[in-house]
């Protein structure tokens, strides 16, 4: 397993090369508006529907690129990683695409409807503690029982050049945008958003949405280094996961700011958008919409790419309703 030092830092011909890899496999996912949302918060917003891409969530993008990027020969033992969620169900698409073993870890507390489509997909779950260090410890066992090939979730090139993709789609179909606002967990899709927007729209501003409750990355960017929390607890499932060297390159070099969201805050914008808009997003989606209802004056006035990132919610776990 390669360490993220060694690691080469992707350039936007990565991207380009990544777009035409994955054409085949994957959506070019709409731009949706909306006038309510418009007049709530002073701002134009242009959502980037990722929730209607191909296993529901743009890391197929990411899984993608990696995946079909593999020679005949590394192919061969299958891919594996750790998810949470919509990395691994995004894998298994692309694996099965290809006719090739995936091999998944996730936390036994992963949303069912994400473990029913990782099996859907042909996805071979091992399950682990609801941790960082659990879920690395279990793919170290994983990984040396396969010999599969190690796609990370956001950690990785391959994976960073495939989510660069999504607001390269973006620019082609909103002209003058003045920011784009995206959810963070790992970082995978803001790295891909820097990446993109550094080299073709650099005055585009770059700002990343993330839980109160689990605002490592928030606390990192103050900081000026990575801090990782462990194991937070937040309803945005798929916002749990500490930024790695690869992502904190991009993070710390191209974000203008990190905001953050209350539990109810993202609840209410997870609603509100399901409400409104009459579509389907999961509660990490919710937040970049959280921050900017919480913080109106950021974005008054601006055009704003808000990238939804997946629809995979749980129907009967939803967080409104009172177990």
Request: hydrophobic share 40%; net charge negative.
């Amino acid at each position: 397993m390669k360490d993220a030092s060694e690691m080469s830092i992707p350039s936007y011909d990565d991207v380009v090369a990544a777009h035409a890899r994955i054409a085949p496999h994957i959506h070019r996912t709409p731009v949706l508006t909306s006038s309510y949302f418009n007049a709530l918060t002073g701002a134009e917003l242009f959502f980037k529907c990722e929730n209607f891409q191909k296993a529901g969530a743009f890391k197929v993008r990411g899984a993608s690129n990696a995946v079909f990027g593999l020679s005949d020969e590394m192919a061969e033992k299958g891919v594996a990683t750790h998810s949470s969620g919509n990395h691994a169900l995004s894998l298994s698409y692309a694996a099965g695409r290809r006719g090739i073993p995936c091999h998944v870890v996730m936390p036994r507390t992963a949303p069912q409807a994400k473990k029913d489509a990782v099996r859907g997909y042909g996805g071979i779950i091992t399950e682990c503690e609801p941790s960082t260090s659990s879920r690395e410890a279990a793919f170290a066992e994983v990984q040396a029982a396969t010999g599969a090939e190690f796609v990370h979730p956001y950690n990785d090139p391959r994976v960073i050049s495939g989510q660069g993709t999504c607001s390269k789609e973006l620019m082609e179909q909103v002209a003058g945008l003045d920011a784009v606002i995206a959810p963070i967990g790992g970082g995978g899709m803001v790295s891909g958003t820097c990446l993109t927007l550094s080299n073709i729209a650099p005055d585009v501003k770059i700002y990343a949405a993330e839980p109160e409750q689990a605002d490592d990355a928030y606390r990192s960017f103050k900081a000026g280094h990575i801090i990782a929390d462990d194991a937070p607890v937040t309803v945005a499932d798929g916002l749990k996961v500490p930024l790695k060297e690869l992502t904190w390159h991009f993070v710390s070099n191209h974000v203008t700011d990190i905001l953050t969201a209350s539990e109810d805050e993202i609840v209410e914008a997870m609603k509100l958008t399901w409400k409104r808009m009459k579509i389907v997003i999961e509660a990490s989606c919710a937040v970049p919409l959280a921050t900017i209802l919480k913080n109106p004056e950021v974005f008054a006035g601006k055009r704003v790419g808000v990238i939804i990132t997946g629809g995979n919610v749980d129907l009967d776990t939803l967080p409104w309703i009172k177990s």
